[in-house]
């Protein structure tokens, strides 16, 4: 939730508030707290994938825990490193995949965006 109130280098846009709130709203959106335990699955994660950053590691040890079968990121190291990896598909938005998503979710911008859409 953090990582999204700016893009990289630049200042926070305080006009994109009540649009980033209100995306994590979404009933496809799980927030996990960060736990001592999460923390640690993230920590193993950094020790086998020594080039992950923690931010990357907590939201991957997140994913992976709640049983995640789709990460989205604009992060392409994240894409071309861990995708596939503990059997969490990395992908970008608007990226293609055929994981038995339910049709009434398919409908929702989040799996509809174009290929060419730079992150916000």
């Not at 979404?26 to 960060?34: A, M, Q, S, T």
Request: aromatic share 10%.
């Amino acid at each position: 939730m953090l990582e999204v109130t700016r893009e990289a280098g630049r200042p926070v846009d305080l006009t994109k508030y009540a649009r980033v709130s209100e995306f994590f709203e979404n009933d496809y959106i799980f927030v996990r707290e960060l736990d001592v335990l999460l923390a640690d699955s993230a920590l193993k994660l950094i020790y086998h994938y020594l080039w992950l950053r923690p931010n990357d590691a907590a939201h991957l040890a997140a994913a992976i825990d709640t049983g995640c079968q789709v990460f989205y990121t604009f992060d392409d190291e994240l894409v071309n490193r861990f995708d596939g990896e503990h059997g969490l598909r990395v992908v970008k938005p608007g990226t293609s995949v055929s994981l038995g998503v339910p049709g009434e979710l398919q409908e929702l911008p989040l799996f509809n965006r174009p290929d060419d859409v730079d992150s916000e």
